[in-house]
């Protein structure tokens, strides 16, 4: 019998911080967030996280851990949705932060790597509807 339940706190805490999101309240989804990524520090316990700190309103935070989660790479395991999640989160942050074109490199980048998906995905119609506001003219 295995009495290390350490991995088993951390799962806990970052299923915490999933419900504290949901629930809209950040200073909670924070705190557990931060638990399980320092003891997990998984590419799903790194993007709670950076939501984590977007609803806190640590944008600059937020930013620096979606663009640390777009260096790992995803494909080869199950939750791969993440990664491109992961680019509209960090893309409207930019845009949030006044940074229109990181936001179009950003998005145009993910619209290049995924052209074939389908088109009714949501996160795909997402996409395309960010750079089309983005390339019209102002």
């Known amino acids: 019998i295995n009495r290390d339940v350490a991995d088993d706190g951390a799962y806990v805490a970052a299923a915490e911080a999933e419900v504290a999101l949901a629930e809209r309240r950040s200073a909670r989804a924070l705190e557990r967030s931060e638990a399980a990524h320092l003891y997990l520090k998984d590419p799903e316990t790194l993007a709670t996280l950076a939501a984590s700190y977007a609803a806190a309103g640590r944008v600059a935070d937020a930013i620096a851990r979606y663009e640390e989660l777009l260096t790992r790479a995803p494909f080869g395991f199950e939750p791969q949705h993440m990664w491109f999640e992961t680019h509209l989160a960090l893309g409207r942050l930019y845009e949030q932060q006044q940074r229109s074109q990181d936001a179009l490199r950003l998005y145009e980048s993910l619209a290049d790597r ?11 119609r997402d996409l395309h509807t960010r750079l089309a506001a983005l390339r019209a003219p102002r």
């Open 114 to 124: 995924w052209k074939d998906a389908d088109a009714d995905l949501v996160l795909f």
